[in-house]
Each structure stands twice: as C-alpha cells, then as structure tokens.
DNA sequence: CGATTTCTAAACCATATGGTCTAGATTACG
DNA sequence: CGTAATCTAGACCATATGGTTTAGAAATCG
C-alpha cells in the first residue's frame, strides 16, 4: 500500500484492549492491511497512558468495554494531556448514550467491532486525516440522542408559565445581581437605591416566583433559564 | 420513479427560501428528479408556519438566512408545534456555529445549496424515512465544533484546584442539600444531626469555598461541576 | 383624566444566617 | 500509641435576611 514518494509519515498507532485476542488480531490487522505502523499494545487503560506518554502516537484505537478503569475515562485522560494523540473509541456496542458520551469527551471516531475491516482502516485514515469520523448509523444515533437531550430542556425551561415571566424589569435586575451572589447591601449600591428598596423587589420576587429564600429564588432562576435571557448566549 | 406496488406514501414537502429564484429552482428540481411532492411554497418563515400547519407536510425544508424573522427560529417554532414535520436546513454558508445551532433546535438535515442536487434528493429521502441526514464535511465541522465547546466548559469545570476537592464528604452532602435550597434546619433534620453541627459544617465549606454565604456557596457548587460528581449524568 | 403598575422607601419585628471559640467522641494514619 | 482529621454540638453575639404594612412619585394605559 505504501504509496511511492509521498512524503506523508505513516501514522503511529497504539491499540488497547483488555481481549488479548481482540488486541493482536486488530494489530495483524492493521499491519496486513494498511499503511499504518501500530508501536504498541496495551490491555489495560492505566498501562495505555503510560505508553502513550512514551511513544507519542498519532492514533489511539481505545476499546471502551473494559473492567477496571473504564475506557471512556481512559480517553478524557489522555485529551487532559493535550498531547494530540487521536483517539477512536472501539466497542461492540452502538449504545447512543455511550456514542454521546465518547464524543462528548474527545473521541475523534467511535467504530463497531463488528463493523468490517476495511471500514475500520478508513475510520483511522480519516482520523489521522484530522478528521473525524462516525460512521453513517452511528451519526444518526448520535443525533437523535443529542437532539432528544435538548428537547427535554428547552421544554423544561421555555414553559409560557415560566414564573420568571412575571417579573419585571427592576426585579430581573435585583434577580440578576443575586444570581451572581451579591448581598441587598451591593445590589443597592450597584442599583443607587436604598436597601429597602431592594428587600421590597426581593420580597416580590420570591411571592411571583413562590419560594422562601435567596438561594430558592436563585436556584429557580438558574434552573428555568434566567440567564439565557438577557445574554442571547447558545452555549451548550 | 414510482416503484411498482410499494405502498410507500410520496412524502409531501413544503419548500421556503426568501428568494423566488430559488424557490422555484428547488421546486421544478424535486419535482422533476424525484418522487416528492412540493405541496407548497412560502418566502417567509411565518407565512411558511401557517402553510404548515394547514398541510402538514412530512418535510419542511427551510432556507435559514432569511431577513426578517431568521430560519432558525422558525425552525425551533415548527419543532414546538410537534406535529412530526421534520425540517432540513438549508443555507450556502457551512459555519459550524449555524449548523450546531439548526440541529440542536432540532433539524432532522442541513444541506449546502452548492451541493449537488442528487444530494439534495438524497437527504430528502433520508430525512423522510426517518433519519437525521448530515453530509460527512459538515457533520465533522459540527464535531470540530461540538467537541471544543465541551472542551472549553471541562476545562474551567474539572481543575485539579477546585475547591470542592477540599470538602470532607459530610460537608458535601450539607453543601448537596444546600443546593437544593433547604434551610440550615431542613438539613439537619434530614442528615439526623443539630443545628448548631450544620452550622459548623456550613462555616467550613464556607471557608474552603472562600465565600461569604450560602449562596455564593451554591453559586460556586454549580458553577464547577458539584452535581456531576454524586450523580453520573451526562446531561449537556 | 382616572386607574393600574412600577419603583421607590420607611417602620417594625422575628428569625435565619454567619463568625468565633471551645470541646468531646470517633476514626484514620504513620 | 500518639497525632491529625473528622464529625458532633454547645455558647454567644452581630447582622443579614425575610414578612408585613403603608405610602408617595412616576409612568403607563384605556
């Protein structure tokens, strides 16, 4: 497969696998089949890390259903130390809540055991490429999983009876400076009014937004999306 | 293209883009390379909302950079109705924030115009059996994406000098309840202990929070991952 | 123009919260 | 076994917070 006087480096590869079977047959594997150079095993995650700091691969093929420690925890460990390493993350199963949370963590392509061969040598390529890669099924779950995720909250927090709604202007300011942790003290100099003043918009708000106290009124307002509203913010 | 005696129903489309041109353009094109049926057209997003309620089609496919009131925005609007009308996103710009956007609101599909229209067709037919359909450079853009928000938010959540690391675990599960909102007094009762003990327990954390009351002690919990430790929700 | 809402502010009081110190019982650690 | 850390709990005091009522000024609305 080598590719005549192409100056690209053959990528570095270090496959993890707690399945000693699994382990070599995925490195004849990629070794018959590709281009790619795999320069060490491992089958536990904590050995892993300590090659991986070592050897500096390019790719890591991490298998995710590991005993111990798990591989998904493997794979936030390695992306903590910012090394460029890319990981896929290898399983059996096509578990959308696992696909999420692979990726969520850093994982640059996640692949199906069962999947064939040359899908996994394509999966790397690509990976290696700077790329990432889920294949078209397991893109689809990702998705409906991630959008199933953000409708449970927009309905939780975009209800037309959202309290918050009764508040007015001069409430969501006192609101906003006690989401922040001020005391009435600081909202009343921040707001150039006297203090109770401030315990009277308190008062109110915690009637409109029916609870008891400070922290209450500060919770419900984190909870049902205070922030979001005067910052147009899309964060995660 | 009709296939025989398959009772698969031609799925009903309705098209909006601002721009008559290729209104037109992308109606005569489904119309004549596929099976669909365009059963209306709009150039505004709200007109387009009543069309919809009124037709019920299964596909909306949804021109986002539209004056007026935005494509996304109608978009997240047709999702609130919940009629199972599954919108696909098109525009001609690939920005990674537009497409995180368009599929966190719920877009089942997001097309460039500069695709080909076989493309077009194809996500068509995706979408309207049911899956999510992201061509293969935009779905590793919105993972570009998606990846380095989680980073960005991992990386101001789970220092190694976060103070929540000093708490002993009785003052977590005081600092957990307080996050709920409970009084000094609630919380004593449900942790079986005085008052007076809760107290001491509140001035620690205070003081290893660095904070001057509950809550800015909340306030703090929440803001560096305190619930991701107790509970393992992945939640976004 | 009259009514309503909003923002302002005070008085008064009860209680919750916060700050500091001391101290016994238990457990963990070297 | 001695020491440190943790959990418990009391005393004492200062102040912040919460509940209620009243009320004037300004803005908004029909």
Redesign the pocket.
Known sequence: MRRGLEFKKKARIIVVDDNYEHLSGIKELIEIESDFDVVATATSASVAISLIKKYRPEIVLMDINMPEKDGLTAIAEIEKLDLGVRTIALTGYDDPDLIFRAMKIGAKGYILKTMASAQLIYAIDEVANGKIYLPATLSSRFFEYFQKSFKEEAQTVSDEDNLLNYL????EEVLDLLTQGI???GV?QK???????V??????I?QKLQV????Q?VLYALNNGFLNRRKVKIAI
Chains 1, 2 share one sequence.
């Open positions: 007015t202007q001069r409430e005391t009435y003290k009343a707001l150039f009014i006297s203090e109770t003043t315990k009277t918009h308190v008062n109110n915690f008891n106290d400070r922290t009124a």
